[in-house]
């Protein structure tokens, strides 16, 4: 893949996200909403994780518009970003072999690596926050934050 002003590595590129998305939810007028990339809905911007580094990076204009990684206005290898922007979006649904197919990385079948993917999207699927849990992030299901986290640090076991 080509030069891209984001992490090509699957932990890095994960807690990346992870970073921006804490961010975009502390700021007013921004709600968490794994069901869309990049929209404003009654003048409030809904994000989720990709949709997050969009924001972080100035990758779309401010908030008036429903944007998706292709709408992207950046003077860089737009497709290697757009990659990267759908592997966050596999990983935030669990989706982690996936994910490395979008970032170019090749996992042989029955080495360590395919086994932290494999259990990476167990804990995903495990760890689906309730509705009714102060964790919740509306929209499309996802685990907690803290789970992603686990998620890199394991992922940084194998190199990934």
């Given at each position: 893949?080509g030069t891209s002003v984001?992490?090509n590595v699957?932990?890095?590129?994960?807690?990346?996200?992870?970073?921006?998305?804490?961010?975009?939810?502390?700021?007013?007028?921004?709600?968490?909403?794994?069901?869309?990339?990049y929209?404003?809905?009654?003048?409030?911007?809904?994000?989720?994780?990709?949709?997050?580094?969009?924001?972080?990076?100035?990758m779309?204009?401010?908030?008036?518009?429903?944007?998706?990684?292709?709408?992207?206005?950046m003077?860089?290898?737009?497709?290697?970003?757009?990659?990267?922007?759908?592997?966050i979006?596999?990983?935030?649904?669990?989706?982690?072999?996936?994910?490395a197919h979008?970032?170019?990385i090749?996992?042989?079948?029955?080495?360590?690596?395919?086994?932290?993917?494999?259990?990476a999207?167990?804990?995903?699927?495990e760890?689906?926050v309730?509705?009714?849990?102060?964790?919740?992030?509306?929209?499309?299901?996802?685990?907690?934050?803290?789970?992603?986290?686990?998620?890199?640090s394991?992922?940084r076991t194998?190199?990934l």
């Amino acid at each position: 893949m080509g030069t891209s002003v984001l992490p090509n590595v699957m932990s890095d590129l994960l807690e990346l996200a992870l970073n921006e998305t804490e961010k975009a939810a502390a700021e007013p007028g921004v709600q968490l909403d794994m069901s869309k990339w990049y929209l404003n809905r009654d003048g409030v911007c809904h994000v989720c994780m990709a949709g997050a580094v969009m924001r972080g990076f100035g990758m779309v204009p401010e908030c008036t518009v429903e944007a998706e990684p292709y709408m992207l206005t950046m003077s860089v290898d737009q497709r290697s970003v757009v990659d990267s922007l759908h592997a966050i979006d596999e990983m935030r649904g669990g989706y982690f072999f996936s994910a490395a197919h979008f970032l170019g990385i090749h996992i042989r079948e029955g080495s360590s690596e395919w086994g932290v993917l494999e259990r990476a999207g167990y804990m995903v699927d495990e760890g689906v926050v309730p509705e009714w849990e102060a964790d919740y992030v509306p929209g499309e299901e996802c685990a907690a934050i803290t789970t992603y986290r686990e998620i890199v640090s394991l992922l940084r076991t194998v190199g990934l």
